[in-house]
């Protein structure tokens, strides 16, 4: 097999149980035989070593001349090493989960995270981790697990992002940006309304008739209770506002607790004898079809979704993160082949009160090289995907431009695609909208306790998705910046939706979108303790990409 294709080159190394930096990579490609250079600088390498550095394969060229292995035609040929070379590693017995697909209502760890319970009484979710061995590393003792070589033809994968608004920005602040940001979001979603009802302009219904039957479409503009427990809201569209009653007594008045502000909506009503005012016979929602059929991958292919890593912070969990990284060298996830990561890679700096009391690495820049360290750690021939966070080096309204150059060449191990916050990833067909997940905080504060909270987060993401918006409600806690299109709007209906940013695991599907908020990788801090935030740490949900079942794998 010949070795100049860089993806060659790294799935060879990673056989042997070793990663390698982009730029070794780089120079072993370029190399005049990339074979033998490769063979000198494993037989070369420090008996503890864990990754091909340059240094490494800098000295190997300098010898590689004069190597036994070049005079060697089974070198240079494509085929097997010879007996002189070492040995890969023996494959480890492979383990397989047969968890079934969590159904709706869905499956969530709540407050017991070691043991996360199934939808319907079944047996839980697969939590184990890999099989371990004790080694020492640069980082202190840790375990490495049996390591194989994935069989992995670089043909095969297929990934394409859509939504990355990096370097789009327009944004001035000016009154101009908010008008759009605005009349942009209730064209696109009021177009997946209108459709439903027969549309009038707020004008045209404030000039019809008492007891004429209306329909508008328009932002949530403000919700109020009457003296008699009733419910007015006001919607508002491009020609101005109108007022829509909400009886109590009505079977769809418990949807008015789940309304946030500036969220498109649809209603249909009667006017009043006055014509001052409609009565609501209806409402609608943007909502996710409820006959979508998600797609899926045409063969067996796992992603493996993980969030909030947090290094630099004293409580960073490095010996959970040691074993995952070991795990997804084994024969169990012999089928991983994707690593998203939905938001801040590192703690951070005064992100929240005495946050520097909390901190392990304190320069930003070293805590994100420090994060390259650990992405090193991770199988060299994975795709890796990476949107920022609310830690993260980068603006802190969203939607999140993807990170600067400078953060970009210091996160650099394996060539991960970085993007904004939000974007859309399809994987094989499979499409997964990536979002951070700060909106969910207020989702969760403003809406009922059994609509959504911090021990089921995916039960905020039912809301988002039936909102078609990743963070509907401006001027609230989210920080959100005005541009000329509303980057944070869900055009299409993603097959998964993947968050962070709670620290809690939860998972299930709504209409068939998988819902999947992935935990952390960071213990409790003083900080979390006094905001009473009790975090799912140390765990990595797995998606069957062909069937979108979920294991959850557990390394805490």
Same mark, same amino acid.
């Given at each position: 097999?010949?070795?100049?294709?860089?993806?060659?080159?790294?799935?060879?190394?990673?056989?042997?149980?070793?990663?390698?930096?982009?730029?070794?990579?780089?120079?072993?490609?370029?190399?005049?035989?990339?074979?033998?250079?490769?063979?000198?600088?494993?037989?070369?390498?420090?008996?503890?070593?864990?990754?091909?550095?340059?240094?490494?394969?800098?000295?190997?060229?300098?010898?590689?001349?004069?190597?036994?292995?070049?005079?060697?035609?089974?070198?240079?040929?494509?085929?097997?090493?010879?007996?002189?070379?070492?040995?890969?590693?023996?494959?480890?017995?492979?383990?397989?989960?047969?968890?079934?697909?969590?159904?709706?209502?869905?499956?969530?760890?709540?407050?017991?995270?070691?043991?996360?319970?199934?939808?319907?009484?079944?047996?839980?979710?697969?939590?184990?981790?890999?099989?371990? =061995?004790?080694?020492?590393?640069?980082?202190?003792?840790?375990?490495?697990?049996?390591?194989?070589?994935?069989?992995?033809?670089?043909?095969?994968?297929?990934?394409?992002?859509?939504?990355?608004?990096?370097?789009?920005?327009?944004?001035?602040?000016?009154?101009?940006?908010?008008?759009?940001?605005?009349?942009?979001?209730?064209?696109?979603?009021?177009?997946?309304?209108?459709?439903?009802?027969n549309h009038r302009p707020a004008s045209a219904i404030g000039n019809m008739g008492g007891g004429t039957d209306v329909a508008m479409v328009g932002l949530v503009n403000d919700i109020r209770s009457t003296a008699s427990g009733h419910w007015l809201i006001e919607l508002e569209d491009a020609t101005g506002t @109108?007022?829509?009653?909400?009886?109590?007594?009505?079977? @769809?008045?418990?949807?008015?607790?789940?309304?946030?502000?500036?969220?498109?909506?649809?209603?249909?009503?009667?006017?009043?004898?006055?014509?001052?005012?409609?009565?609501?016979?209806?409402?609608? @929602?943007?909502?996710?079809?409820?006959?979508?059929?998600?797609? =899926?991958?045409?063969?067996?292919?796992?992603?493996?979704?993980?969030?909030?890593?947090?290094?630099?912070?004293?409580?960073?969990?490095?010996?959970?993160?040691?074993?995952?990284?070991?795990?997804?060298?084994?024969?169990?996830?012999?089928?991983?082949?994707?690593?998203?990561?939905?938001?801040?890679?590192?703690?951070?700096?005064?992100?929240?009160?005495?946050?520097?009391?909390?901190?392990?690495?304190?320069?930003?820049?070293?805590?994100?090289?420090?994060?390259?360290?650990?992405?090193?750690?991770?199988?060299?021939?994975?795709?890796?995907?990476?949107?920022?966070?609310?830690?993260?080096?980068?603006?802190?309204?969203?939607?999140?431009?993807?990170?600067?150059?400078?953060?970009?060449?210091?996160?650099?191990?394996?060539?991960?695609?970085?993007?904004?916050?939000?974007?859309?990833?399809?994987?094989?067909?499979?499409?997964?909208?990536?979002?951070?997940?700060?909106?969910?905080?207020?989702?969760?504060?403003?809406?009922?306790?059994?609509?959504?909270?911090?021990?089921?987060?995916?039960?905020?993401?039912?809301?988002?998705?039936?909102?078609?918006?990743?963070?509907?409600?401006?001027?609230?806690?989210?920080?959100?910046?005005?541009?000329?299109?509303? @980057?944070?709007?869900?055009?299409?209906?993603?097959?998964?939706?993947?968050?962070?940013?709670?620290?809690?695991?939860?998972?299930?599907?709504?209409?068939?979108?998988?819902?999947?908020?992935?935990?952390?990788?960071?213990?409790?801090?003083?900080?979390?303790?006094?905001?009473?935030?009790?975090?799912?740490?140390?765990?990595?949900?797995?998606?069957?990409?062909?069937?979108?079942?979920?294991?959850?794998?557990?390394?805490?």
């Amino acid at each position: 097999m010949p070795l100049e294709a860089p993806a060659r080159i790294v799935s060879e190394l990673t056989s042997r149980g070793y990663n390698a930096e982009r730029e070794a990579v780089t120079k072993l490609s370029s190399a005049e035989n990339p074979r033998v250079a490769l063979e000198c600088v494993v037989e070369t390498l420090p008996e503890d070593a864990l990754v091909v550095t340059t240094d490494h394969v800098e000295r190997a060229l300098e010898t590689a001349a004069s190597s036994p292995v070049a005079d060697d035609p089974a070198a240079t040929d494509g085929s097997a090493p010879t007996d002189d070379s070492p040995p890969t590693p023996d494959a480890a017995t492979e383990g397989t989960s047969d968890s079934p697909t969590p159904s709706d209502p869905s499956v969530s760890t709540g407050a017991d995270a070691s043991n996360p319970p199934a939808a319907d009484g079944a047996a839980p979710v697969e939590t184990k981790g890999g099989r371990e =061995t004790e080694t020492e590393t640069a980082t202190g003792t840790t375990t490495e697990t049996d390591r194989i070589e994935r069989s992995v033809d670089p043909e095969l994968r297929d990934l394409e992002i859509a939504g990355d608004m990096t370097g789009e920005s327009t944004g001035t602040g000016e009154y101009e940006d908010f008008v759009a940001v605005f009349r942009d979001r209730l064209e696109r979603l009021g177009g997946k309304l209108r459709g439903r009802i027969n549309h009038r302009p707020a004008s045209a219904i404030g000039n019809m008739g008492g007891g004429t039957d209306v329909a508008m479409v328009g932002l949530v503009n403000d919700i109020r209770s009457t003296a008699s427990g009733h419910w007015l809201i006001e919607l508002e569209d491009a020609t101005g506002t @109108f007022p829509w009653l909400v009886m109590k007594d009505r079977e @769809f008045a418990g949807l008015v607790d789940q309304l946030l502000c500036d969220e498109v909506l649809a209603m249909e009503g009667t006017l009043s004898d006055d014509a001052g005012i409609a009565f609501v016979d209806s409402m609608y @929602f943007p909502d996710v079809p409820r006959t979508h059929e998600p797609s =899926t991958a045409d063969r067996h292919v796992q992603a493996a979704l993980i969030s909030d890593v947090h290094v630099g912070s004293q409580e960073f969990m490095a010996d959970a993160w040691n074993r995952f990284a070991d795990w997804l060298h084994t024969a169990e996830a012999q089928h991983v082949e994707y690593l998203l990561i939905a938001g801040d890679m590192v703690e951070g700096v005064g992100v929240y009160p005495d946050q520097d009391e909390e901190l392990d690495i304190v320069d930003i820049y070293e805590q994100y090289e420090a994060f390259n360290e650990r992405l090193k750690q991770v199988p060299g021939d994975l795709e890796i995907v990476m949107i920022p966070g609310n830690h993260d080096a980068v603006r802190l309204a969203e939607p999140q431009p993807g990170f600067d150059e400078e953060l970009r060449e210091i996160m650099s191990a394996h060539d991960p695609q970085i993007v904004s916050n939000p974007s859309t990833v399809t994987l094989e067909g499979v499409s997964v909208l990536m979002y951070h997940g700060v909106s969910l905080d207020e989702v969760i504060a403003e809406l009922p306790e059994e609509k959504a909270n911090y021990d089921e987060p995916h039960k905020a993401m039912y809301q988002l998705l039936k909102k078609r918006h990743v963070a509907p409600q401006f001027g609230g806690h989210t920080r959100l910046a005005p541009e000329e299109e509303d @980057f944070l709007i869900m055009e299409e209906v993603p097959d998964i939706f993947h968050t962070g940013h709670v620290h809690k695991l939860g998972f299930g599907k709504y209409h068939n979108v998988l819902a999947i908020n992935s935990g952390c990788w960071q213990a409790q801090t003083d900080f979390q303790k006094s905001v009473n935030i009790d975090p799912d740490s140390g765990y990595a949900p797995i998606v069957d990409l062909d069937t979108l079942d979920v294991t959850v794998q557990k390394f805490s």
